[in-house]
C-alpha cells in the first residue's frame, strides 16, 4: 500500500482532536493492516475497533460515560489497549495504574482518582484484590472493579453506580490522568486531554516523520505517558504497527528487533547502554531501526558513540508529564556537536529561560529555570488546583529544571532546582560533581544529594556504583583535579546498585534518606527538602527526560 504520512492522516476529518477517531479512521481505511503484536497475537485495525466499539457500547449501556473515570491495573496487552480507545469515544477519563506499587499505595491511588469502575488484568488480580480491601479496611467504599479482556469486562460490564449521560467525546474533555512519580511528594494526577494529546502527536509527526509502514517497539509500561503519547498513539493513528512488551529485556528486544523489522522505538539510556552490550549485538541487524528516541536523561558521549558505531540514529529527548510530555529534542545530526545537550522545542511548543530568584524572562545565551508554553500542556492536577496553580505561571508551565541555552538556541539540562543544593553560600549542581566522579575509571555510576552540614550550611553526599573495588578516598582525590573545593561531597559511598524508579531514573529521595540515617541526621527517616519556598514551585514532574 501507499505510506501515509502521519502529518496527512491527522489533518483528517473533523474528529482530528478527538482519539477515539483515529481508530475508526484507520479502521475504515487500512482494517487489514496489523495494528498490534501482542506476543505474536496479531490484531488489526478492524479487529481493534470493533472490540474497542462493542465495549465503548457496553460500557455506556451500563451507565459509564463522558465526565467520568475508568482506572486499570495492567500490563501492557492488546486487551488494555482496547479498554484505552473505548474510553476515548465515550469521552472516560483512562487512569492506568502502576502494578510496581504496593497494594497500599495502589488503594490511595484509587481513592484519590475516584473511578467509576476498576480494570484489572487476570496477572494483577491479587494485587487488585487486596488494593480494594485497603480501601475497605479503612473505612472508604471501593469502586465496581471488573476483569480486563474478552472473559472479562468485554463480555460482561458491571453496572455504573452513578449512570453518566451519553455524548460524544470533545478536545476538551480528559483522555488519560497519569499519575507522576514524584520521589519527595505524594503523585499527583496530570489530566490530559484529547487536544493535548493531538498537538503533542501532531508535533512529534513533524519532528519524527512516521508512515503507515513503521513498526514501532513499545516497551515502556503504560502506567506512563510516553507508552501512550510518544509514538504508539501516533502510530495507531496513521495506520502503523505497534509491537507490545511487557518488560524490557535486552536480549528479547533485540531478537524483536531484527525478527519484527523494527523501525522505531523509544527507552532510557540505560536500556541502551544494556542492548548495546549484548555480545552478539555487532552480528544482528540494526539497519531497520530509523528513529530511536532517548528519553529520561542525557545521551553520554560513549552511548553516542557506540550507537554510531552501530549504525543506529539516536535522538534525544526532554519532556515532562505535564507537558505531554515532549518538550525538546535533538537529532542524530546534532549529538556530535551538542554532546549532553537535548535541543531545540518541537514544533508547537515555546520554551523561556527565567530568573528562578526574579521571575523574570532571559534573552540570548542564559541559564535559569526552563518554562514551557504551548496546546499540549495539562489541564490540570486532578482535584489539587493549589498544586496545579503553583506549577503554572501565566499561561506558562514551570518545569522546576535548571537548563543552559547557547546563542543557536539549543538546551541543556543542569539539573533539577529541587536537587540544588547552597554550599557556603555557593549553589552545587549534583550533576556536575556526578561527572566529574564518573571520569574514574572504575566508577560506572553516581548519585549525589545535599543534605545538612552545620558549617556549610548544605553538603554534598556521594553514591557510587563501582566496577572494582575503589575506596572513598581515591575517589575524593579523584574528584578533588575536577571540582572546586565547595562542590566536593563531605562523604562518598560505594554501593552495589542505586535505587531506581520504574523507568531506570536513580531514586534521589530513597538516596537522601540513606544519607540522612547514615549521618544520622534527626527525623531522617523522612524525606528532607532543601528547597526554599520560590524553588519549590513548578512542575511536580517524573522528569521523563
Not at 477517531?21 to 496489523?34: C, K, T, V
Not at 558521549?301 to 505535564?322: H, I, K, N, R
Request: hydrophobic share 40%; net charge negative.
Amino acid at each position: 500500500m501507499e505510506a501515509q504520512t502521519a502529518g496527512s492522516a491527522m489533518s483528517e476529518g473533523s474528529h482530528a482532536y478527538t482519539v477515539g477517531h483515529w481508530l475508526r479512521d484507520r479502521a475504515q481505511l487500512a482494517g487489514s493492516n496489523i495494528a498490534i503484536d501482542d506476543r505474536g497475537v496479531l490484531t488489526s485495525y478492524a479487529t481493534l475497533n470493533e472490540r474497542a466499539e462493542a465495549l465503548a457500547e457496553r460500557l455506556s449501556r451500563a451507565g459509564y460515560g463522558a465526565g467520568g473515570r475508568i482506572a486499570t491495573i495492567s500490563g501492557n496487552s492488546t486487551d488494555h489497549v482496547v479498554a484505552f480507545f473505548a474510553c476515548a469515544q465515550l469521552g472516560i477519563a483512562f487512569v492506568p495504574l502502576s502494578w510496581r506499587l504496593t497494594a497500599s499505595e495502589l488503594g490511595e491511588l484509587i481513592r484519590r482518582s475516584e473511578p467509576d469502575l476498576l480494570l484489572v488484568e487476570d496477572e494483577y488480580a491479587s494485587l487488585g484484590g487486596q488494593a480494594l480491601r485497603a480501601l475497605t479496611d479503612g473505612g472508604i467504599g471501593a469502586p465496581t472493579s471488573a476483569e480486563l479482556g474478552l472473559m472479562g469486562v468485554e463480555r460482561e460490564v458491571p453496572n455504573a453506580a452513578v449512570t453518566r449521560l451519553r455524548r460524544q467525546a470533545t478536545g476538551d474533555d480528559p483522555l488519560l490522568v497519569i499519575y507522576t512519580s514524584g520521589s519527595e511528594a505524594a503523585p499527583k494526577g496530570v489530566i490530559l486531554t484529547h487536544s493535548s494529546c493531538f498537538w503533542t502527536n501532531f508535533a512529534l509527526s513533524q519532528a519524527m516523520p512516521m508512515t503507515a509502514d513503521d513498526v514501532v517497539l513499545s516497551m515502556l509500561p503504560q502506567y506512563h505517558v510516553a507508552a501512550w503519547n510518544v509514538q504508539p498513539l501516533l502510530a495507531w493513528c496513521i495506520g502503523a504497527t505497534v509491537v507490545l512488551e511487557r518488560s524490557f529485556q535486552p536480549g528479547r528486544v533485540l531478537q524483536l528487533i531484527c525478527e519484527r523489522g523494527v523501525t522505531t522505538i523509544m527507552g532510557v539510556p540505560t536500556q541502551y547502554r544494556m542492548l548495546f552490550d549484548q555480545p552478539n549485538v555487532r552480528d544482528s541487524k540494526l539497519s531497520s531501526l530509523r528513529r530511536v528516541l532517548v528519553g529520561g536523561s542525557s545521551i553520554s558521549e560513549q552511548l553516542a558513540s557506540d550507537a554510531a558505531a552501530l549504525g543506529v540514529p539516536l535522538t534525544q529527548g526532554y519532556g515532562l508529564t505535564e507537558a505531554g510530555p515532549n518538550v525538546l529534542h535533538l537529532q542524530p545530526s546534532g549529538l556530535k556537536e551538542h554532546p549532553g545537550a537535548v535541543g531545540m522545542p518541537y514544533p508547537s511548543v515555546e520554551t523561556q529561560i527565567v530568573d528562578p530568584e526574579t521571575q523574570l524572562p532571559l534573552a540570548g545565551p542564559a541559564t535559569g529555570e526552563l518554562w514551557v508554553r504551548g496546546p499540549s500542556l495539562f489541564a490540570g492536577y486532578l482535584d489539587d488546583p493549589e498544586a496545579t496553580e503553583r506549577a503554572m505561571h501565566d499561561g506558562w508551565l514551570r518545569t522546576g529544571d535548571l537548563v543552559t541555552r547557547d546563542a543557536g538556541g539549543v538546551h541543556r539540562v543542569v539539573d533539577r532546582l529541587k536537587n540544588i543544593y547552597v554550599s557556603g553560600g555557593e549553589n552545587v549542581a549534583p550533576a556536575e560533581v556526578e561527572a566529574a566522579l564518573m571520569t574514574h575509571s572504575l566508577v560506572s555510576n553516581a548519585a549525589v544529594v545535599g543534605v545538612p552540614d552545620p558549617v556549610w550550611g548544605e553538603r554534598g553526599y556521594a553514591f557510587v556504583e563501582a566496577a572494582a573495588p575503589v575506596s572513598p578516598d581515591e575517589l575524593l582525590a579523584h574528584a578533588r583535579l575536577r571540582l572546586a573545593a565547595f562542590k566536593l561531597p563531605s562523604h562518598v559511598e560505594v554501593v552495589e546498585e542505586l535505587p531506581r524508579s520504574t523507568i531506570e531514573k536513580i531514586d534521589r529521595g530513597e538516596l537522601r534518606r540513606r544519607a540522612l540515617k547514615a549521618l544520622e541526621v534527626p527525623g531522617s527517616t523522612e524525606s528532607h527538602d532543601t528547597r526554599g519556598a520560590s524553588e519549590m514551585k513548578g512542575a511536580d514532574h517524573d522528569a521523563n527526560r
